[in-house]
């Protein structure tokens, strides 16, 4: 395999799954190529850096392709050096910061069918599409609720965390796709704009890839 000089993300501008590793690089300074895929209706693994998933984002390293963003983010931050001090999803031992995230990455998914089906022509008419938009609003409203409380029961020493970067990438995204207005959720909306001051959330702002 020849070697690359600096690892390559495989995805897209407008993507929150691809946003998360970028915002991941961006804190631990990793400065990685960005390789855009242009279509995501496409179903040749080659699109994707090799996913069978037919999925971004893909980070390519030296030591081979890393599949889904929390591969990508994790592998970036082994080769990263001073290590951050990070909390990842299995750090996350109560039931109360353990559901956030599962819940924050289950509305991402949620999101990410909505998307699709939309960008597919099929709109949100069927019966699932249905089923898809009152889950969303379930998680979002348990989200909401739980917000402050999982936030705060954050290690305090660490620098970032999967939890933050995973639920800032949901919230924003909702409002760029149109999928759901954030403003109602307070909480939510009050972490969104406290998170967006770090560089790593204004240098990876979502657009749509020309
Ligand atoms: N488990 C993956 C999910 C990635 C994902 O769903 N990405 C979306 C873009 S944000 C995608 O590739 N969608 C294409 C599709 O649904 O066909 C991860 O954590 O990275």
Excluded at 28 to 35: A, G, I, N, Y
Excluded at 62 to 78: H, I, K, P, Q, T
Excluded at 91 to 120: G, I, S, Y
């Amino acid at each position: 395999m020849a070697v690359l000089e600096k690892p390559v993300i495989i995805g897209r501008s407008s993507s929150h799954f691809t946003r998360i590793a970028r915002i991941f690089a961006a804190e631990l300074r990793v400065d990685p190529s960005f390789q855009v895929v242009r279509d995501l209706l496409s179903t040749d693994p080659g699109d994707y850096g090799g996913n069978p998933a037919l999925r971004i984002p893909v980070l390519k390293t030296s030591r081979g392709v890393w599949f889904g963003a929390l591969n990508a983010s994790r592998e970036m931050w082994r080769q990263s050096s001073p290590r951050l001090r990070v909390v990842w999803p299995e750090d996350l031992d109560t039931p109360l910061l353990a559901n956030m995230q599962e819940l924050t990455l289950q509305a991402m998914a949620t999101e990410v069918t909505l998307v699709m089906e939309k960008m597919a022509g099929a709109g949100e008419g069927t019966t699932h599409a249905r089923k898809l938009r009152e889950s969303l609003l379930n998680m979002m409203a348990w989200l909401e609720e739980n917000a402050n409380a999982a936030l705060a029961a954050l290690p305090p020493e660490r620098d970032v965390s999967y939890l933050e970067v995973t639920l800032f990438c949901l919230v924003t995204h909702l409002e760029f796709r149109d999928v759901l207005p954030v403003q109602p959720y307070a909480a939510l909306n009050q972490f969104r704009q406290q998170f967006e001051q770090r560089p790593s959330a204004s240098e990876t702002r979502y657009r749509f890839d020309t």
